[in-house]
């Protein structure tokens, strides 16, 4: 069972362009929701996160938007720029199981300059 | 002012040999979890250990696999006989007490010939 999907896999967006990667996740009790961003070869690195009680996060370039009702949210990337190229993973954290988050499976964002 | 460290950052075994991987956390931090990563896919919870305590292994396979946080030195995961199967990047990831904002380590990438 997997608890917190992601699309799309794969994501080809031309420099200056908006990027957008959704997830849907399915267990209510989650409260955190972290992106983390991964450069190949690297660990995984916090880019943004959001808690169920706001609709939006805005940090710089990124953003998150967030849809309760739906158990839905999305990594926005506005200007996209070839130094974005990496992997991007969302995950949820369930303070009522707390240390374990469970990631989606990436999406592979492609920058074309 | 050091990240959360792993060694060694690649490893081969050749199967049925044993692998011990190595975590060091960020200063202060007193909280690792353990994540595998296949090829192509997304990061899989493994463990979750405070000082000289596991507090969650659900993700971890019932045999083989082990982990340990001693009250002095890195988190140690040991896997033993390993298997083809065994081969992905395995990222430690630390956090001051339990706090949804875990920072990841390098990572190992473990190769079983």
Redesign the interface.
């Known amino acids: 069972q997997q608890q917190v999907k992601?699309s799309p896999q794969s994501l080809i967006v031309q420099k200056g362009g908006i990027s957008i990667i959704n997830c849907a996740y399915e267990n209510t009790a989650f409260d955190?929701f972290?992106w983390?961003q991964q450069f190949p070869?690297?660990?995984?690195?916090?880019l943004i996160?959001i808690r169920p009680d706001v609709s939006e996060k805005k940090e710089g370039r990124f953003t998150i938007s967030f849809n309760k009702s739906a158990k839905q949210f999305s990594l926005h990337i506005m200007d996209s720029q070839p130094g974005d190229s990496a992997t991007y993973?969302c995950a949820a954290?369930d303070?009522t199981?707390?240390?374990?988050?469970?990631?989606?499976?990436?999406t592979t964002l492609t920058v074309k300059p | 002012n050091a990240g959360v460290m792993q060694n060694p950052r690649h490893l081969v075994r050749r199967r049925g040999q044993e692998a011990r991987l190595r975590c060091s956390p960020m200063k202060g931090h007193s909280h690792v979890y353990w994540y595998r990563q296949l090829p192509e896919e997304g990061l899989k919870f493994m463990v979750y250990l405070q000082k000289e305590n596991i507090i969650d292994e659900s993700g971890m396979p019932k045999e083989r696999f082990s982990a340990e946080f001693p009250k002095e030195g890195p988190s140690i995961l040991r896997i033993q006989q390993v298997v083809r199967g065994d081969s992905a990047a395995y990222f430690c990831a630390s956090s001051f007490l339990n706090q949804e904002t875990q920072y990841f380590g390098p990572g190992t990438r473990l190769l079983v010939l």
Do not use: E, I, M, V
């Open positions: 992601q955190y972290p983390y070869g690297k660990g995984p690195a916090l996160a993973f954290w303070n199981n707390a240390g374990k988050s469970t990631f989606g499976d990436g």
